[in-house]
């Protein structure tokens, strides 16, 4: 099945600094990747729809100015934490749309980001 | 708005059989996956159903019922590393945006 890669799969920062996380298609090109969040023992809330060559749309709730989201090209959308407070710690998991397949998303590993 | 309502936890023993129900009330409905968590994992893809009735891969089987709202995933023949999450997830497509949004997940625990 086609794969999706993140980078980086852990990471602890400071609180106040921002972090950068790379979502990547390895052998599709994907329009839209998805974004999601989620907390220990809880479902994944997806944060925000991005889309290539244009801006994403987040979910209700969901602050752009705080979490950063560029699709600059078909295989790689990224997610930027600004400003990052330990609230912020969670496992973000991306996801991308393989526009041969008309319905499965394909999931990356997940990013463990840890603020403190 | 978008409901998806599944069970929080449930038991079951090796061996045996178990069925995860979910309910669902979305603006939108183009689809209904079953997906699999291990814990710190991301999750992995089971089923798909966008029209009514059984599908059947292996020791999985997913049923819909579009007119009812319902959904369920059975397991058959079940092992320990079936322990894991399992989230009913809608794709709704609203105003065109397609989408999947994820139930609440069902923590399953398998017994020896």
């Known amino acids: 099945g086609a794969v999706v890669s993140q980078h980086p799969s852990r990471v602890i920062c400071k609180s106040g600094t921002s972090v950068k996380i790379e979502c990547r298609s390895l052998d599709f090109q994907a329009t839209t990747m998805f974004w999601y969040r989620q907390f220990p023992k809880k479902s994944l809330m997806l944060m925000a729809t991005s889309n290539e060559g244009s801006k994403a749309t987040y979910e209700q709730g969901v602050e752009k100015d705080k979490f950063l989201i560029n699709h600059a090209s078909l295989t790689l959308s990224t997610l930027t934490v600004t400003s990052a407070h330990p609230e912020d710690s969670s496992f973000y998991i991306c996801?991308?749309?393989?526009?041969?397949?008309?319905?499965?998303?394909?999931f990356g590993p997940g990013t463990r980001l840890t603020v403190t | 708005g978008q409901n998806i309502d599944q069970p929080t936890e449930m038991t079951a023993t090796e061996g045996a059989i178990v069925q995860i129900n979910c309910t669902y009330q979305?603006?939108?409905?183009?689809?209904l996956f079953w997906y699999q968590q291990h814990a710190g994992e991301a999750p992995t893809f089971l089923s798909y159903?966008?029209?009514?009735g059984l599908e059947e891969k292996g020791r999985f089987s997913s049923f819909l019922s579009r007119s009812k709202g319902y959904s369920y995933l059975l397991l058959k023949e079940l092992q320990m590393k079936d322990s894991a999450s399992y989230f009913c997830?809608?794709?709704?497509?609203?105003?065109?945006?397609?989408?999947?949004?994820f139930g609440k997940g069902t923590r399953l625990h398998i017994l020896p």
């Open positions: 996801s991308a749309r393989d526009p041969g397949v008309d319905y499965e998303q394909y």
């Open positions: 979305t603006s939108g409905f183009n689809g």
């Open positions: 159903n966008v029209l009514d």
């Open positions: 997830a809608v794709r709704d497509r609203p105003n065109r945006d397609d989408k999947i949004i």
